[in-house]
C-alpha cells in the first residue's frame, strides 16, 4: 500500500488493491456561529424570517452602492464637472438637483439597512420582554400614580394615539404610565412603555398638548428609535441577557440613571424630527388639532429653566416651526378643532 502526495488542504488517501486512488476532499467550513438557538437547518442555512431579513439587507447595500454610483455621477455630469468643458447655471441647478436626489436616496436606504439590522438583532417580542422588565423597574424607583382618574385618563388618550397609528410593530403593546415629579417630562423605553411626569401634566393646558407629547412618543415606538439606539449602544449581548433577566443589577442602573437625567438615551436630529411629524399625523388621525404641537412647544421655551424633556429634544422654538410649517399644509378645519381645555382642567385638577 502506496501513501500518495496529496494537497496540504486534503487527507492522505491510500492506492489500494483496486489502484484506484480515492478523490481527496477538502475539510468542513467553518460556519459562523449565529447568536440565535434552534434557527440553522442541517446545511447551516438560517431559516425563517431571521434569514430573509439578512438577505434584505444585503439586497439594501447593493442598492446603496448601486444608487451611491450611479446619482452622484449623473451629479457631477450636470455640474460639467464630467465630460464638458464649460459649466453653465442649467447645468449647475441640474446637478444640485441630481445631488440632492441621491442624499435622500441615500437617507432612505440607510435608514431600511438600520431598521433591517435592528430587526434582525432585536426584533419586536424581544424588544417587549426587556421593556416590560425596564418598566417594572423603573416604577419600583419611581414614585408611579396608579388607579387614579389622571392615570385612566392618560392612558385612554395614548390608546387613542394608538389606535391611529399605522405600521405599528407586531408583538409590542403599549403602556402609559404617570410618575409623580415635578420635572417637566416624557419617555419612552423599550416595548411600548411610556412615562409622563405630574409636573408635564401641570405644565399643558389643553388636552391637545398632552396629546402631542403622547403622539411624539408613540412615534418614537413605531418607527423603532429607541430599539435602533439599544442596539447601536449595547449591542446583541447585552439586549439578550437583559431580556432575559440575567442582568438585573444593569438594568436597575439603567432605570436609576434614567430618572436622574431624564431618558434613556438620546436620539437624533432626524429621529426627534420624525417623531413630531409622525406623531403629528397619529394626533390628527385620532380626531384632535396639531395646534397643541405648537402651544406646548412655546410654552417650553418660555421656562425659565430648561425642563427636562429639553434635556434629550432639539430647540422648542424650531419644533414650533416645524408644526406651523406642517400645520399649513392641512385642511383649517382640521387646525379649528376643540382642544378640550375645559376637560383638561377638570381631569388634572387633582394634582
Known amino acids: 500500500m502506496i501513501t500518495t502526495y496529496t494537497p496540504m488542504w486534503s487527507t492522505p488517501t491510500m492506492v489500494?488493491?483496486?489502484?484506484?486512488?480515492?478523490?481527496?476532499?477538502?475539510?468542513?467550513?467553518?460556519?459562523?456561529?449565529?447568536?440565535?438557538?434552534?434557527?440553522?437547518?442541517?446545511?447551516?442555512?438560517?431559516?425563517?424570517?431571521?434569514r430573509t431579513s439578512v438577505v434584505k439587507g444585503i439586497e439594501v447595500m447593493r442598492l446603496l452602492r448601486a444608487v451611491l454610483v450611479?446619482?452622484?455621477?449623473?451629479?457631477l455630469v450636470g455640474l460639467g464637472l464630467v465630460?464638458?468643458?464649460?459649466?453653465?447655471?442649467?447645468?449647475?441647478?441640474?446637478?444640485?438637483?441630481?445631488?440632492?436626489?441621491?442624499?435622500?436616496?441615500?437617507?432612505?436606504?440607510?435608514?431600511?439597512?438600520?431598521?433591517?439590522?435592528?430587526?434582525v438583532v432585536l426584533p419586536p417580542r424581544q424588544e417587549e420582554q426587556l421593556g416590560d422588565r425596564m418598566a417594572r423597574q423603573v416604577l419600583a424607583e419611581s414614585q408611579p400614580v396608579t388607579g387614579s382618574p389622571v392615570s385612566r385618563y392618560v392612558s385612554q388618550l395614548g390608546q387613542k394615539v394608538v389606535a391611529a397609528a399605522e405600521g405599528r410593530p407586531e408583538g409590542i403593546d403599549y403602556d402609559f404610565h404617570v410618575i409623580r415629579s415635578p420635572e417637566i417630562n416624557a419617555f419612552a423605553i423599550p416595548g411600548g412603555h411610556i412615562f409622563v411626569t405630574t409636573?408635564?401634566?401641570?405644565?399643558?393646558?389643553?388636552?391637545?398638548?398632552?396629546?402631542?407629547?403622547?403622539g411624539h412618543e408613540v412615534a418614537h415606538v413605531t418607527q423603532r428609535?429607541?430599539?435602533?439606539?439599544?442596539?447601536?449602544?449595547?449591542?446583541?449581548?447585552?439586549?439578550?441577557?437583559?431580556?432575559?433577566?440575567?442582568?438585573?443589577?444593569?438594568?436597575?442602573?439603567?432605570?436609576?440613571?434614567?430618572?436622574?437625567?431624564?431618558?434613556?438615551?438620546?436620539?437624533s436630529r432626524d429621529d426627534e424630527r420624525e417623531a413630531d411629524e409622525v406623531g403629528m399625523e397619529f394626533v390628527v388621525d385620532a380626531g384632535y388639532s396639531p395646534s397643541g404641537y405648537v402651544a406646548f412647544f412655546e410654552r417650553l421655551a418660555k421656562q425659565p429653566q430648561p425642563p427636562a424633556i429639553l434635556s434629550s429634544h432639539p430647540n422648542p422654538e424650531e419644533r414650533a416651526q416645524n408644526a406651523r410649517q406642517a400645520i399649513e399644509r392641512l385642511d383649517q378645519a382640521v387646525v379649528e378643532r376643540d382642544v378640550h381645555r375645559q376637560r383638561y382642567q377638570e381631569m388634572t385638577s387633582s394634582l
Open 199 to 214: 409636573g408635564l401634566l401641570q405644565s399643558a393646558e389643553t388636552e391637545a398638548e398632552l396629546i402631542a407629547v403622547l
Open 16 to 50: 489500494g488493491g483496486s489502484g484506484h486512488i480515492g478523490r481527496p476532499s477538502r475539510p468542513p467550513r467553518n460556519r459562523a456561529r449565529w447568536p440565535t438557538k434552534g434557527c440553522r437547518r442541517s446545511n447551516g442555512l438560517l431559516c425563517g424570517s431571521r
Open 225 to 267: 428609535h429607541i430599539a435602533e439606539r439599544m442596539v447601536a449602544v449595547y449591542g446583541i449581548s447585552t439586549l439578550t441577557s437583559l431580556a432575559l433577566g440575567e442582568e438585573a443589577g444593569m438594568l436597575e442602573q439603567m432605570a436609576i440613571d434614567l430618572l436622574a437625567q431624564g431618558y434613556l438615551l438620546k436620539h
Open 83 to 119: 465630460g464638458c468643458d464649460e459649466v453653465d447655471q442649467e447645468r449647475v441647478e441640474q446637478g444640485r438637483e441630481s445631488l440632492e436626489k441621491a442624499g435622500e436616496a441615500l437617507k432612505r436606504a440607510g435608514k431600511s439597512v438600520k431598521e433591517t439590522a435592528t430587526n
Open 70 to 75: 450611479v446619482l452622484v455621477a449623473s451629479g
